[in-house]
């Protein structure tokens, strides 16, 4: 069989750029080459030795300056998708989000088969810009928001980051962990929130409690010093590049709602406490949040209600009762998809088969 080609398109925050990692690594897997394609800030989520192709992109929102710039970027990042595409000659391309993959759509045409992935319960703004070049459409939710209608659909699920995976649940008889991450680029309203209502737990239940927390470097000095002193043991970093050891072990999870984020705790079977952040685009992550509460695997809680006290009322209700989390983490487990790389990977390859001549 001939080697085929293809291309992967994602930019701007790691919950676009973590799925098309993973349906690389899968291809690698099938001895499928394929080349990554981002912008500035996508670059910084991909390993040294994946390759890769920067393109100029930026987002046209905000004031007219900034759109007038950002247009200019992405026109300039459509010819140099043009030149990239006569280079290479793809079979295919997989499309993951962001405004680094408008460029590669555009330059594209209806010449090149595209395969879109929606991770959120909402479409995202470039996705529906680009939706109706696509031969496809692959969603995270089956009741995705936004979707247009007469495009084909299949639900895929979200792909979890290369050398993702989970071991074994493990809790320790006596002690709990909580996890705290606020996604790629962290959030500063946990730093701010967390320990404030970890002052608030009973003392019994916090004499028991590990705290594993992602805290912005800014904020790192400050969260050490106002944590409650009687912890077991706290440990804050910036990044935890062993997340999926810590899922692992970790008896509840307290985060953010994106898409990526939601995937891992699937995958490993965290119960979860869900703050969504409340700016981002189309909401995206109150929704994220509310599918994961309806299928009752998550605690969903609105940043404008997430004062210390409310916080530290969920928290101690679910670190002291273990038949809930258990019967939370089940649900959790049964949101998440593992083969979502391998049929992304065999969509695309489908489409890759189809398009060449």
């Given at each position: 069989m001939r080697e085929v080609r293809v291309m992967l398109a994602a930019?701007?925050?790691?919950?676009?750029?973590f799925p098309a990692l993973a349906v690389a690594a899968e291809l690698d897997r099938r001895g499928v080459t394929s080349l990554m394609v981002t912008d500035e800030r996508g670059a910084r989520y991909l390993p040294a030795d994946r390759p890769h192709r920067r393109i100029s992109a930026a987002s046209p929102t905000g004031p007219l300056r900034r759109r007038l710039r950002a247009l200019a970027e992405?026109?300039?990042?459509?010819?140099?998708?043009?030149?990239?595409?006569?280079?290479?000659?793809?079979?295919a391309a997989a499309l993951f989000g962001g405004y680094a993959t408008l460029p590669l759509a555009l330059a594209a045409g209806r010449r090149l088969p595209l395969l879109l992935h929606e991770q959120n319960a909402v479409?995202?703004?470039?996705?529906?810009?680009?939706?109706?070049?696509?031969?496809?459409?692959?969603?995270?939710?089956?009741?995705?928001?936004?979707?247009?209608?007469?495009?084909?659909?299949?639900?895929t699920g979200n792909p979890v980051r290369p050398g993702f995976r989970p071991g074994p649940r493990r809790s320790h008889p006596t002690r709990r962990v909580l996890l705290v991450t606020g996604g790629s680029q962290g959030a500063q309203v946990l730093g701010e929130l967390v320990p404030r209502a970890l002052?608030?737990?009973?003392?019994?239940?916090?004499?028991?409690?590990?705290?594993?927390?992602?805290?912005?470097?800014?904020?790192?000095?400050?969260?050490?010093r106002v944590l409650p002193g009687d912890l077991v043991e706290v440990e804050l970093a910036a990044f935890f590049p062993d997340l999926d050891r810590r899922l692992g072990a970790a008896d509840l999870a307290l985060t953010r709602a994106g898409a990526?984020?939601?995937?891992?705790?699937?995958?490993?079977?965290?119960?979860?406490?869900?703050?969504?952040?409340?700016?981002?685009?189309?909401d995206h992550q109150h929704a994220n949040a509310e599918r994961l509460a309806r299928a009752g695997a998550a605690l969903h809680l609105p940043q404008r209600e997430a004062t210390p006290e409310r916080l530290a009322q969920l928290l101690a209700g679910l670190l002291a009762d273990d038949d809930r989390r258990r019967a939370m983490a089940r649900a959790m487990a049964a949101c998440a998809r593992p083969d979502a790389a391998s049929r992304l990977a065999d969509l695309l390859l489908t489409l890759a088969r189809e398009g060449r001549p």
């Open positions: 930019g701007g925050t790691g919950g676009h750029v992405l026109a300039a990042g459509t010819l140099e998708a043009r030149g990239l595409l006569r280079e290479i000659r793809p079979a479409l995202g703004r470039a996705n529906r810009v680009i939706a109706r070049r696509a031969r496809i459409l692959a969603l995270s939710f089956a009741d995705t928001e936004r979707v247009p209608a007469n495009i084909p659909t299949e639900v002052a608030l737990l009973p003392e019994e239940l916090r004499r028991r409690l590990v705290l594993w927390m992602q805290v912005r470097s800014e904020q790192r000095a400050t969260v050490a990526s984020t939601l995937a891992e705790l699937a995958a490993a079977g965290v119960p979860a406490v869900l703050i969504p952040y409340p700016f981002a685009a189309d």
